[in-house]
DNA sequence: AATAGGAACAACCGCGATTGG
DNA sequence: ACCAATCGCGGTTGTTCCTAT
């Protein structure tokens, strides 16, 4: 089969983002969802293919990404999961709050990967396609029994850090009003999240389409993702098909 | 002060997986 | 069951900043 390109690429803007395209991006995001990234660019008048708008959103301008540098907790526990779970970036990020899969393979080529092979063999320093050349390095892959076991081991050891102040997590608030931002309580993790107070709610799409919008303004968290949801609610003890009849 | 080269980070690309008609 | 569209991931590259010489 041939695979179509992932968008049309004449007139499309490639390279860093604009302010101003950022602006778009998350004023549209914050009405209409992101269920549709292909149609995305074109809905929200942005010249950029759909991919390029996810990868900005997701990486960058999603609301609950945590920034700045990394603590000495999060960087023993990246090591400590890509032992076990070996480039799985994702995965990885995906057991630490607010960081992406991204920030956490560039932390770990530039940081992670010398400290736990000892500084470069050579005094002078090696150039940049020497460099690319060495990260083509093969990794050790698991076993899933191992992954399944480890990563309940870590993230545990990771919430557990997260949960020794009061604050659950903080939240990147440069892009959005103060308020829209609260520190979640506690609370907010151990109470069965009522019905009638849901955080979210069905928009009509520019498109037609039905689409669930968070009342960003009104909740602790937004749109931090679906998987994050959606784990947080089975976590609770939540039913997905009692959860997906609700929309 | 100039500059070469490394570090850091943002973004792109290609491909496999998933989804929906 | 098949196929096309889309998503999401991991690898790679480009750009900017920083630092040593």
């Known amino acids: 089969m041939v695979r179509a390109p992932c968008c049309e690429k004449t007139g499309l803007k490639k390279g860093p983002w604009t302010p101003e395209e950022d602006e778009l991006l998350v004023s549209y995001i914050q009405k209409h969802g992101h269920a549709n990234w ?21 990486n960058y301008l999603r609301p609950d ?14 090591i400590e999961l890509h032992q076990k ?7 990885i990020a995906a057991q630490l709050p607010g960081r992406t899969d991204n920030e956490i393979k560039n932390v770990w080529h530039t940081h992670l990967k010398k400290r736990l ?13 020497a460099r690319r050349k060495s990260q083509a390095a093969t990794l050790p892959q698991p076993s899933w029994s191992e992954i399944s076991s480890s990563v309940t081991e870590a993230s545990t050891a990771v919430m557990a850090r997260e949960n020794s102040s009061s604050e659950v997590m903080s939240w990147n608030t440069d892009n959005f009003s103060s308020e829209s931002f609260s520190i979640i309580d506690e609370s907010f993790w151990t109470e069965p999240y009522p019905t009638s107070g849901r955080p979210w709610n069905s928009a009509a799409a520019v498109d037609g389409s039905e689409q ?4 960003f303004a009104d909740i602790p968290v937004n749109d931090a993702g679906m998987d994050f949801w959606c784990d947080l609610f089975l ?3 939540g039913d997905m098909l009692e959860l997906s009849s609700d929309f």
């Open 38 to 58: 292909r149609a995305l660019p074109k809905l929200s008048g942005l010249l950029r293919c759909g991919k390029s708008c996810r990868l900005r959103w997701i």
């Open 65 to 78: 990404i945590k920034r700045g540098n990394f603590t000495p907790e999060e960087e023993d526990a990246i």
């Open 117 to 129: 092979n000892g500084p470069a063999p050579s005094p002078k320093r090696r150039s940049s396609s």
């Open 235 to 237: 976590r609770a003890g």
């Open 212 to 215: 669930m919008q968070f009342a």
């Open 85 to 91: 779970l070996g480039n799985r970036w994702s995965a």
